[in-house]
């Protein structure tokens, strides 16, 4: 079945600097790639996703980059806020979605 | 629409209890998903229905656990009995159309724990 690793699990940054969140998976028939961010106390909430048919997508100061060839696919947020701050998971689905182990983002004001 | 509702938020039981977890999916979803999640092993999927349909339960850790969906509006996961490993925070979510493609709608979760 699939497994997604996820790295880093913590990230620290101040206010205004670029964090970055990458993900790895196995199976090579994965074809969906979603993100999600976990407030305290909250469910996960979807922020971003991309299909296999695409490299990269943006929204706003969130942007997603998938590599097929290497199996790896990335998050970016530039100009973090402290509202940023929260655990995100990346996943991935080829038969079911599976979810990453998360990264803790903290930003600092 | 008030999202996906979940009862209860918190419970804290001694082994060898039943525990039963409720979960209202958002109107019109017709897929279910209960998930569990540890520091451990992070979000688990345990299992999911569509259209009330048990799909697929190979998440499910054991026989303990039971989950059902009597209806579109309403379901339950339930352990019986409790141990302290089954202490986690279970998540209900739903989607609407695409199996595993669609944006899962999540509730704010149970932490159950088990003394």
């Known amino acids: 079945g699939e497994n997604v690793e996820q790295h880093p699990s913590t990230l620290s940054v101040q206010e205004g600097d670029s964090a970055v969140i990458k993900c790895t998976y196995s199976?090579?028939?994965?074809?969906?790639f979603p993100w999600y961010k976990q407030e305290l106390g909250k469910g996960p909430q979807l922020i971003i996703d991309?299909?296999?048919?695409?490299g990269e997508k943006k929204d706003q100061r969130i942007a997603v980059t998938l590599n097929k060839t290497a199996k790896h696919f990335s998050l970016h947020i530039t100009e973090t806020q402290p509202e940023d701050s929260a655990v995100y998971f990346c996943?991935?689905?080829?038969?079911?979605?599976?979810f990453g182990t998360g990264t803790r983002l903290q930003v600092f004001p | 629409d008030a999202g996906v509702i979940q009862s209860p938020r918190h419970e804290v039981t001694e082994m060898g209890q039943e525990v039963t977890l409720r979960c209202k999916p958002i109107?019109?979803?017709?897929?279910l998903f209960w998930y569990r999640q540890t520091m451990m092993r992070g979000l688990e999927l345990l299992i999911y229905?569509?259209?009330?349909?048990?799909?697929?339960d190979s998440g499910m850790p054991e026989d303990r656990f039971s989950a059902k969906m009597p209806n579109a509006s309403f379901s339950t996961l339930k352990i019986q009995p409790s141990e302290p490993r089954d202490s986690a925070v279970y998540f209900c979510?739903?989607?609407?159309?695409?199996?595993?493609?669609?944006?899962?709608?999540f509730g704010e979760g149970s932490r159950l724990t088990v003394l």
């Open positions: 996943a991935a689905r080829a038969d079911k979605l599976i």
């Open positions: 979510a739903s989607s609407f159309g695409t199996r595993h493609t669609g944006e899962l709608f």
């Open positions: 199976d090579s028939a994965s074809n969906y």
């Open positions: 229905f569509n259209n009330n349909v048990p799909i697929d």
């Open positions: 109107s019109g979803h017709d897929y």
């Open positions: 991309i299909r296999s048919n695409v």
